[in-house]
């Protein structure tokens, strides 16, 4: 069994990757580059996020969240990918699930496409090169406690 107290922050207080109930954060991600891919999860992951697993496309994202679902707390999604693009992906998901949690990546420059990814259902965005804080800050407000 995992308790809180295994996670506990250097002050103290719970890691945003955990749950109130004490259980992780469960993340697919979605992204092409392995290099971006495997970032984002070291990041979650020292917050005591669960990565569950990941994909390289739209397409197996898709898949892959059908598969696991409900148990995706969250995804990361690549707008520009090979196959199937996020935009597409997300689409996709929220049409399955109304109540996904997903957050786009993007890279510098593609304020367009971010904007309609919110409007059509992501629930916030992260811009490339990733910065650990803002990583965190953005996917923590959707967990919020309290």
Do not use: C, W
Not at 10 to 25: E, H, N, T
Not at 61 to 69: P, S, V
Not at 71 to 94: F, K, Q
């Amino acid at each position: 069994m995992i308790v809180t107290t295994d996670f506990s922050s250097a002050d103290g207080s719970i890691p945003a990757g955990i749950k109130a109930d004490g259980s992780k954060i469960r993340v697919l991600i979605v992204d092409d580059s392995m290099f971006v891919a495997k970032q984002l999860g070291q990041i979650l992951t020292s917050e005591g996020y669960e990565i569950v697993t990941t994909a390289a496309d739209g397409k197996e994202g898709i898949d892959k969240y059908k598969e696991l679902f409900p148990n995706i707390d969250l995804v990361t999604m690549d707008i520009t990918m090979p196959r199937m693009d996020g935009i597409t992906s997300l689409e996709h998901i929220m049409a399955f699930d109304k109540n996904a949690r997903v957050v786009m990546v993007s890279a510098l420059g593609k304020e367009e496409l971010v904007k309609k990814s919110l409007m059509l259902g992501a629930k916030n965005y992260i811009v490339k090169p990733l910065d650990r804080k803002k990583v965190l800050e953005r996917i923590g407000s959707l967990f919020k406690k309290g």
